[in-house]
């Protein structure tokens, strides 16, 4: 959340292998930045391989703008404009990305240079992603420690009992 709101930084990576948590801190990170730091947030999942149209599709919708079938073209068109045009700052969240790829070409998102208040939050396992996309900042999510993680398990298995972690031990 630092990042996102440093104004020098507009592009932010947070790296972690599968299961550490990306998707669930980003989901945390849009529900406290949005109404504060930032007036709109859009989650967005990106998964592999993408499906450009239809996360143009979210992204239409998700900025409440017309959702006839529209040709990509247009789609892309309508998404930028919008961007372009709104006074309020805006975080774009792109979860789950596997290859990096032109923000303007297939989503229609502008980059810092072209509008300065839409900010971008990507989530992948690959830190070569987030340095090919220009992240500013890279927020890398480490494996729990063994005892941590054993205390996540018994938490979520109702175990709290010492022998038992002797046993699974
Ligand atoms: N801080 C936490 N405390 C407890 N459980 C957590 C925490 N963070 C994540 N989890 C749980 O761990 C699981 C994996 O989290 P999440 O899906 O966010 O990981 P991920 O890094 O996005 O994984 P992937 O790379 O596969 O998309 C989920 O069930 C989530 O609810
Ligand atoms: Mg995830």
Redesign the pocket.
Same mark, same amino acid.
């Given at each position: 959340m630092k990042a996102l709101e440093d104004e020098n930084c507009n592009m932010v990576g947070l790296q972690?292998?599968?299961? *550490?948590?990306? *998707?669930?801190?980003a989901l945390k990170v849009s529900e406290n930045l949005e109404g504060s730091h930032f007036s709109k947030v859009i989650f967005l999942v990106v998964s592999k391989p993408p499906d450009f149209k239809n996360i143009q599709r979210e992204i239409v919708r998700q900025l409440d703008l017309k959702s006839k079938d529209e040709k990509e073209e247009e789609l892309l068109e309508g998404i930028w404009s919008q961007i372009t045009s709104m006074e309020e700052k805006l975080l774009i969240i792109l979860?789950?990305m596997w290859e990096e790829f032109d923000l303007k070409k297939k989503l229609g998102i502008p980059s810092i240079s072209q509008h300065k208040d839409c900010s971008v939050l990507i989530?992948t396992?690959n830190i070569n992603i987030c340095q090919n996309m220009g992240c500013q900042k890279i927020i890398q999510?480490e494996k729990l420690n063994e005892e941590d993680a054993l205390n996540?398990f018994h938490a979520n298995a109702s175990m709290n009992n010492s022998n038992i972690s002797k046993k699974l031990v």
């Open positions: 972690g292998l599968g299961g *550490t948590g990306k *998707t669930l801190m979860d789950d989530t396992c999510l996540l």
